[in-house]
């Protein structure tokens, strides 16, 4: 089932919560509501499911107005962070309340509940639980339980809100795996929110992120990773390294480090900001006359396969991180302390409120 939101706004006394989103989920993709606390993610998703209502605009299903639709009629499952599993009811219980609970024409036999609530134990892979209590899972099994219980009355619409973020990171990572294999069985439209970018880029088909009630910017996890919309996109989706220069004619500026920006031409000394993540650099020796940033390397982290290298710039700017192969790190046999210098391959340029333009890729070339 596809589902769109029009216009939708809400506002929780003077704090606005959705301000005027509009967005379409087709039907059985995988989506991830991504973004910091308080940005409007949940809102969002439980205004889809009926738990909440908006101030204004409409939620389609399939093409209909589903606005005023009871939750019970919109055929939505929902999962939540906490499970919210029945204490006193078994794993098979548990599954098999939604189908109990239906009206008695819907309802099916006791045979078919036993047969569907298995089955489903058979697709979470733990139908050997199904005599057991909700204590006496381990946090990863009541997830699956939860999210078993939710499509036992085969919903058009699943939507969970932040399903992981009471497990730790290697459990988390699992269930991830497992939940993107799943809906790919299943094929359900479903919708999740997250503040855990790994999570959304590793999980959705499409990800939308979020910030103070608006989109920021929607694509698939390559297209929002590769090419962020705004500062908060970049700034969001893992640890990046800042440098304020200004723009003029194609060129930024970078203390005494010129980067070409060839779709900032119509710049004029425009104040900038550059953006680039921690892989995106060559790191040498310093030698005097060579192009690039010079730095001191203050710690070096090489653990596992990726060394981290924290560097204080010469003009006491902002620190840079810097990450690269630690064999190749071992192999330069780089010394605490020591002068370098660090040349970004690539970084993405947005100019400061008061610039012309909007962003701009810049490469480490022949301008500097």
């Not at 733990?126 to 909700?134: F, H, I, Q, S, T």
């Not at 339980?145 to 085969?154: D, F, G, N, S």
């Not at 094929?187 to 999740?192: K, L």
């Not at 997250?194 to 297209?223: F, K, S, W, Y």
Request: aromatic share 8%.
């Amino acid at each position: 089932m596809s589902i769109e939101v029009r216009n939708i706004s809400k506002r929780f006394g003077s704090f606005v919560a959705l301000d005027n989103v509009s967005l379409e989920f087709p039907t059985g993709e995988l989506v991830a509501l991504l973004g910091p606390s308080g940005c409007g993610k949940t809102t969002l998703l439980r205004i889809i499911a009926g738990l909440e209502t908006a101030d204004s605009g409409e939620v389609h299903f399939h093409g209909e107005d589903a606005s005023d639709r009871d939750v019970r009629e919109r055929k939505v499952g929902f999962v939540f962070q906490h499970y919210a599993l029945f204490r006193h009811m078994t794993v098979f219980e548990n599954i098999a309340f939604g189908l109990r609970v239906k009206p008695r024409r819907e309802r099916p036999s006791k045979e078919a509940i036993r047969d569907k609530v298995m089955s489903l134990l058979k697709l979470v892979q733990l139908d050997w639980l199904a005599d057991r209590y909700p204590s006496q899972l381990s946090g990863g099994q009541r997830q699956r339980i939860a999210l078993a219980r939710a499509l036992a009355v085969e919903p058009k619409v699943l939507l969970l809100d932040e399903p992981f973020g009471a497990l730790d990171a290697k459990v988390r990572k699992e269930l991830r795996r497992w939940l993107r294999r799943l809906h790919d069985e299943i094929h359900v439209t479903s919708i999740f929110v997250t503040h855990d970018q790994e999570e959304a880029l590793e999980v959705a088909d499409r990800v939308v992120l979020m910030n103070h009630g608006r989109i920021e910017q929607l694509g698939t996890p390559e297209e929002v990773y590769e090419s962020p919309a705004s500062p908060f996109v970049f700034g969001f989706l893992g640890h990046v390294n800042l440098f304020h220069g200004r723009v003029h004619d194609g060129v930024m500026n970078v203390g005494d480090v010129a980067l070409d920006a060839p779709d900032q031409a119509d710049a004029k000394n425009a104040p900038a900001v550059g953006y680039a993540r921690p892989h995106e650099f060559d790191v040498d020796r310093y030698s005097p006359g060579q192009p690039g940033i010079r730095v001191k390397l203050l710690r070096a982290l090489a653990v596992g396969p990726v060394a981290r290298l924290e560097l204080e710039r010469d003009d006491n700017a902002e620190m840079i991180e810097v990450e690269m192969p630690t064999a190749l790190y071992r192999e330069l046999k780089f010394a605490e302390g020591e002068t370098l210098l660090v040349k970004p391959k690539r970084m993405q340029v947005f100019l400061k409120p008061d610039g012309v333009g909007a962003s701009s890729t810049v490469s480490y070339g022949e301008a500097i």
